[in-house]
Protein backbone atom coordinates (compact mmCIF):
# COMPACT_ATOMS: atom_id res chain seq x y z
CA UNK A 1 0.00 0.00 0.00
CA UNK A 2 1.41 3.58 -0.77
CA UNK A 3 -1.97 5.81 -0.49
CA UNK A 4 -2.41 7.79 2.36
CA UNK A 5 -6.12 6.09 4.53
CA UNK A 6 -7.54 9.52 4.61
CA UNK A 7 -6.95 10.48 0.65
CA UNK A 8 -9.95 10.45 -0.45
CA UNK A 9 -10.64 10.09 -4.53
CA UNK A 10 -12.93 9.27 -6.92
CA UNK A 11 -13.22 7.81 -10.48
CA UNK A 12 -16.03 9.51 -12.67
CA UNK A 13 -17.23 8.01 -15.99
CA UNK A 14 -17.24 4.74 -17.75
CA UNK A 15 -17.45 1.38 -16.20
CA UNK A 16 -17.96 -2.01 -18.39
CA UNK A 17 -17.18 -5.51 -18.64
CA UNK A 18 -14.57 -6.44 -20.49
CA UNK A 19 -15.79 -9.67 -22.12
CA UNK A 20 -13.51 -12.57 -22.83
CA UNK A 21 -14.93 -14.72 -25.19
CA UNK A 22 -12.75 -16.65 -26.24
CA UNK A 23 -12.75 -17.96 -22.10
CA UNK A 24 -16.85 -17.01 -21.60
CA UNK A 25 -15.38 -15.14 -19.18
CA UNK A 26 -16.71 -11.26 -17.87
CA UNK A 27 -14.39 -8.86 -15.95
CA UNK A 28 -15.67 -5.53 -14.60
CA UNK A 29 -13.34 -2.56 -15.83
CA UNK A 30 -13.53 1.16 -17.64
CA UNK A 31 -10.74 3.87 -17.20
CA UNK A 32 -13.23 5.34 -14.43
CA UNK A 33 -13.60 2.70 -13.02
CA UNK A 34 -10.54 0.67 -12.83
CA UNK A 35 -9.15 3.79 -11.14
CA UNK A 36 -11.20 3.89 -8.53
CA UNK A 37 -10.60 -0.07 -8.03
CA UNK A 38 -6.51 0.70 -8.05
CA UNK A 39 -7.12 3.58 -6.14
CA UNK A 40 -8.78 0.98 -3.16
CA UNK A 41 -5.86 -1.66 -3.72
CA UNK A 42 -2.90 1.25 -2.95
CA UNK A 43 -5.07 2.14 0.70
CA UNK A 44 -7.00 5.34 -0.34
CA UNK A 45 -10.62 5.81 0.62
CA UNK A 46 -12.29 5.20 -3.01
CA UNK A 47 -15.14 5.80 -5.03
CA UNK A 48 -17.01 5.66 -8.22
CA UNK A 49 -19.72 8.04 -9.78
CA UNK A 50 -21.09 6.86 -12.93
CA UNK A 51 -24.48 4.81 -14.83
CA UNK A 52 -24.79 1.44 -14.71
CA UNK A 53 -27.44 -0.52 -16.92
CA UNK A 54 -30.11 -2.89 -15.47
CA UNK A 55 -28.36 -6.38 -17.17
CA UNK A 56 -26.30 -9.06 -15.63
CA UNK A 57 -23.33 -7.26 -16.69
CA UNK A 58 -24.43 -4.13 -14.77
CA UNK A 59 -24.75 -6.72 -11.78
CA UNK A 60 -21.86 -8.08 -11.34
CA UNK A 61 -19.75 -4.52 -11.78
CA UNK A 62 -21.93 -3.20 -8.83
CA UNK A 63 -21.15 -6.63 -6.95
CA UNK A 64 -17.82 -6.52 -7.55
CA UNK A 65 -17.50 -3.15 -6.21
CA UNK A 66 -19.38 -3.78 -3.10
CA UNK A 67 -16.95 -6.87 -2.20
CA UNK A 68 -13.62 -4.54 -2.83
CA UNK A 69 -15.54 -1.42 -1.10
CA UNK A 70 -15.19 1.05 -3.46
CA UNK A 71 -18.25 3.45 -2.49
CA UNK A 72 -21.30 3.94 -5.30
CA UNK A 73 -23.56 5.51 -3.50
CA UNK A 74 -23.99 8.48 -6.04
CA UNK A 75 -24.36 6.31 -9.20
CA UNK A 76 -27.65 5.53 -11.42
CA UNK A 77 -28.92 3.01 -13.25
CA UNK A 78 -30.69 3.15 -16.17
CA UNK A 79 -32.44 0.55 -17.86
CA UNK A 80 -31.01 -0.82 -20.77
CA UNK A 81 -27.93 -2.57 -21.45
CA UNK A 82 -24.27 -1.67 -19.17
CA UNK A 83 -20.75 -1.24 -21.11
CA UNK A 84 -19.43 -3.73 -22.69
CA UNK A 85 -16.27 -4.71 -24.77
CA UNK A 86 -15.13 -8.01 -26.65
CA UNK A 87 -11.71 -8.93 -26.38
CA UNK A 88 -9.31 -11.49 -26.54
CA UNK A 89 -5.68 -12.07 -25.06
CA UNK A 90 -2.84 -12.89 -27.96
CA UNK A 91 0.51 -13.38 -26.45
CA UNK A 92 -0.36 -11.33 -23.05
CA UNK A 93 -1.49 -8.71 -25.45
CA UNK A 94 -5.34 -7.32 -24.64
CA UNK A 95 -6.41 -7.10 -28.15
CA UNK A 96 -10.19 -5.55 -28.40
CA UNK A 97 -13.06 -6.73 -30.84
CA UNK A 98 -16.25 -4.32 -30.13
CA UNK A 99 -17.63 -2.29 -27.98
CA UNK A 100 -20.83 -0.98 -27.63
CA UNK A 101 -19.57 2.68 -26.02
CA UNK A 102 -20.45 2.49 -22.96
CA UNK A 103 -24.33 0.99 -23.64
CA UNK A 104 -27.05 2.69 -21.55
CA UNK A 105 -24.65 5.73 -19.74
CA UNK A 106 -24.27 7.29 -23.26
CA UNK A 107 -27.89 8.24 -22.92
CA UNK A 108 -27.87 9.67 -19.43
CA UNK A 109 -26.21 13.06 -19.34
CA UNK A 110 -23.37 12.91 -16.48
CA UNK A 111 -25.07 16.34 -14.72
CA UNK A 112 -25.94 14.43 -12.37
CA UNK A 113 -22.78 14.28 -10.78
CA UNK A 114 -23.20 17.92 -9.43
CA UNK A 115 -26.53 16.91 -7.32
CA UNK A 116 -24.09 16.93 -4.23
CA UNK A 117 -21.49 19.32 -4.53
CA UNK A 118 -20.35 18.36 -1.00
CA UNK A 119 -19.80 14.83 -1.69
CA UNK A 120 -17.65 15.69 -4.85
CA UNK A 121 -15.62 18.47 -2.42
CA UNK A 122 -14.65 15.72 -0.38
CA UNK A 123 -12.09 14.21 -3.08
CA UNK A 124 -8.61 15.24 -3.13
CA UNK A 125 -8.74 13.79 -6.84
CA UNK A 126 -11.05 13.20 -9.64
CA UNK A 127 -10.49 10.87 -12.46
CA UNK A 128 -12.31 10.57 -15.73
CA UNK A 129 -11.43 9.74 -19.48
CA UNK A 130 -12.22 10.15 -22.85
CA UNK A 131 -15.02 7.52 -22.69
CA UNK A 132 -16.53 8.98 -20.05
CA UNK A 133 -18.85 11.44 -21.76
CA UNK A 134 -17.57 14.13 -19.41
CA UNK A 135 -16.12 16.72 -21.52
CA UNK A 136 -18.93 18.93 -21.85
CA UNK A 137 -18.75 19.38 -17.94
CA UNK A 138 -14.63 19.45 -16.93
CA UNK A 139 -14.87 23.33 -16.84
CA UNK A 140 -17.61 23.09 -13.84
CA UNK A 141 -16.27 20.69 -11.86
CA UNK A 142 -12.41 22.87 -12.03
CA UNK A 143 -14.40 25.05 -10.08
CA UNK A 144 -14.85 22.18 -7.20
CA UNK A 145 -11.76 21.41 -5.11
CA UNK A 146 -10.13 18.16 -6.38
CA UNK A 147 -7.77 18.29 -8.89
CA UNK A 148 -8.72 16.70 -11.94
CA UNK A 149 -6.78 14.06 -14.22
CA UNK A 150 -7.86 13.02 -17.24
CA UNK A 151 -6.79 9.76 -19.70
CA UNK A 152 -6.82 10.91 -23.00
CA UNK A 153 -6.27 7.01 -24.06
CA UNK A 154 -4.68 6.51 -27.49
CA UNK A 155 -8.02 7.57 -29.36
CA UNK A 156 -7.48 11.22 -29.28
CA UNK A 157 -7.06 14.15 -32.12
CA UNK A 158 -4.80 16.28 -30.54
CA UNK A 159 -6.38 19.68 -31.18
CA UNK A 160 -9.27 18.94 -29.13
CA UNK A 161 -7.21 17.31 -26.49
CA UNK A 162 -5.47 20.46 -25.81
CA UNK A 163 -8.73 22.42 -25.92
CA UNK A 164 -9.68 20.06 -22.39
CA UNK A 165 -5.91 20.66 -20.91
CA UNK A 166 -7.23 24.21 -19.36
CA UNK A 167 -9.52 22.41 -17.45
CA UNK A 168 -7.61 19.78 -15.80
CA UNK A 169 -4.35 19.43 -13.64
CA UNK A 170 -2.98 15.67 -14.70
CA UNK A 171 -3.00 14.71 -18.44
CA UNK A 172 -2.71 11.17 -19.52
CA UNK A 173 -1.91 10.00 -23.61
CA UNK A 174 -1.20 6.64 -24.61
CA UNK A 175 1.62 7.34 -27.42
CA UNK A 176 3.02 3.83 -28.48
CA UNK A 177 3.02 4.38 -32.28
CA UNK A 178 4.18 8.30 -31.55
CA UNK A 179 7.60 9.40 -32.39
CA UNK A 180 9.61 10.41 -29.39
CA UNK A 181 9.70 14.34 -30.60
CA UNK A 182 6.06 14.28 -31.69
CA UNK A 183 5.65 13.37 -28.04
CA UNK A 184 7.57 15.86 -26.35
CA UNK A 185 5.97 18.34 -28.63
CA UNK A 186 2.27 17.31 -27.56
CA UNK A 187 3.58 17.41 -23.67
CA UNK A 188 4.75 20.92 -23.98
CA UNK A 189 1.85 22.14 -25.97
CA UNK A 190 -0.24 20.56 -23.02
CA UNK A 191 1.55 22.25 -20.59
CA UNK A 192 1.71 25.75 -22.40
CA UNK A 193 -2.55 25.13 -21.50
CA UNK A 194 -2.51 25.33 -17.80
CA UNK A 195 -1.97 21.48 -16.99
CA UNK A 196 0.26 21.14 -14.14
CA UNK A 197 1.41 17.31 -15.63
CA UNK A 198 1.62 16.04 -18.85
CA UNK A 199 2.60 11.87 -19.21
CA UNK A 200 2.79 9.67 -22.47
CA UNK A 201 2.97 6.20 -21.88
CA UNK A 202 4.50 4.78 -24.84
CA UNK A 203 3.48 0.89 -24.64
CA UNK A 204 7.58 -1.18 -24.26
CA UNK A 205 9.48 2.41 -24.31
CA UNK A 206 9.82 4.90 -22.01
CA UNK A 207 6.81 7.05 -20.20
CA UNK A 208 7.84 10.85 -21.09
CA UNK A 209 6.21 13.24 -18.17
CA UNK A 210 6.77 17.17 -18.48
CA UNK A 211 6.20 19.44 -15.47
CA UNK A 212 6.30 22.77 -17.56
CA UNK A 213 10.29 22.77 -15.74
CA UNK A 214 11.61 19.54 -16.34
CA UNK A 215 11.09 16.15 -18.66
CA UNK A 216 11.09 12.21 -16.64
CA UNK A 217 11.19 9.58 -18.27
CA UNK A 218 10.35 5.65 -16.77
CA UNK A 219 11.11 2.68 -18.41
CA UNK A 220 8.50 0.05 -17.98
CA UNK A 221 9.22 -2.94 -15.88
CA UNK A 222 9.86 -5.98 -18.41
CA UNK A 223 7.77 -9.05 -17.18
CA UNK A 224 6.21 -11.11 -18.99
CA UNK A 225 2.47 -10.40 -19.20
CA UNK A 226 -0.75 -12.62 -18.26
CA UNK A 227 -2.79 -10.10 -19.55
CA UNK A 228 -2.27 -5.94 -20.33
CA UNK A 229 -5.23 -5.35 -20.27
CA UNK A 230 -5.81 -2.31 -17.27
CA UNK A 231 -1.74 -1.79 -17.19
CA UNK A 232 -2.17 1.80 -18.44
CA UNK A 233 -5.05 2.92 -15.91
CA UNK A 234 -3.05 1.41 -13.21
CA UNK A 235 0.51 3.39 -13.85
CA UNK A 236 -1.84 6.45 -13.91
CA UNK A 237 -3.66 5.05 -10.64
CA UNK A 238 -0.52 4.73 -8.79
CA UNK A 239 1.34 7.86 -10.24
CA UNK A 240 -1.12 9.93 -8.96
CA UNK A 241 -1.83 8.35 -5.85
CA UNK A 242 1.78 8.33 -5.05
CA UNK A 243 2.33 11.99 -6.21
CA UNK A 244 -0.70 14.13 -4.50
CA UNK A 245 -0.30 11.76 -1.26
CA UNK A 246 3.36 13.03 -1.49
CA UNK A 247 3.06 16.68 -2.24
CA UNK A 248 1.29 16.93 1.36
CA UNK A 249 4.91 15.93 2.63
CA UNK A 250 7.22 19.04 1.92
CA UNK A 251 10.14 17.52 2.97
CA UNK A 252 10.47 15.54 -0.38
CA UNK A 253 11.66 17.70 -3.37
CA UNK A 254 9.33 17.92 -6.13
CA UNK A 255 11.78 15.83 -8.61
CA UNK A 256 12.58 13.56 -6.44
CA UNK A 257 8.66 12.71 -5.76
CA UNK A 258 8.17 12.71 -9.36
CA UNK A 259 10.94 9.73 -10.00
CA UNK A 260 9.86 8.18 -7.13
CA UNK A 261 5.74 7.91 -7.90
CA UNK A 262 7.03 7.06 -11.82
CA UNK A 263 9.03 4.30 -10.27
CA UNK A 264 6.23 3.38 -7.96
CA UNK A 265 3.57 3.60 -11.17
CA UNK A 266 5.75 1.52 -13.07
CA UNK A 267 6.19 -1.54 -10.77
CA UNK A 268 1.96 -1.46 -9.81
CA UNK A 269 1.65 -1.68 -13.84
CA UNK A 270 3.39 -4.52 -13.77
CA UNK A 271 2.00 -5.88 -11.40
CA UNK A 272 -1.36 -5.69 -12.81
CA UNK A 273 -0.06 -7.43 -15.62
CA UNK A 274 0.10 -10.40 -14.32
CA UNK A 275 -3.71 -10.47 -13.05
CA UNK A 276 -6.20 -11.18 -15.86
CA UNK A 277 -8.84 -8.90 -16.77
CA UNK A 278 -8.67 -5.13 -15.27
CA UNK A 279 -8.12 -6.70 -11.81
CA UNK A 280 -9.55 -10.14 -11.68
CA UNK A 281 -13.08 -11.44 -10.46
CA UNK A 282 -14.08 -13.06 -13.33
CA UNK A 283 -17.85 -14.35 -13.65
CA UNK A 284 -17.94 -17.41 -16.25
CA UNK A 285 -20.74 -17.21 -18.51
Given at each position: ??????????????????????????????????????????????????????????????????????????????????????????????????????????????????????????????????????????????????????????????????????????????????????????LEKVVNKGCSVAVATRGPHEVIMFDGRSWFRQAPQVVIPADTLGAGDAFISAFLIS???????????????????????????????????????????
Amino acid sequence: MMGDSAMKVIGIGDNVVDDYSHIRTMFPGGNALNFSVYASMLGCNSAYLGVFGSDESAKHVQRTLARIGVDTSHCRSADGPNGHAILTIEAGERVFISSNEGGISKSVPMEFIFDDLDYLQTFSIVHTSAYSYMDGYLAQLQQLNPLISYDFSDDFESEYALSLCQYIDFAFFSCAEWTEEAVTELLEKVVNKGCSVAVATRGPHEVIMFDGRSWFRQAPQVVIPADTLGAGDAFISAFLISYVGGKANTSVQPPLLIENSLEKAASFAAEICQVHGAFGHGLRY
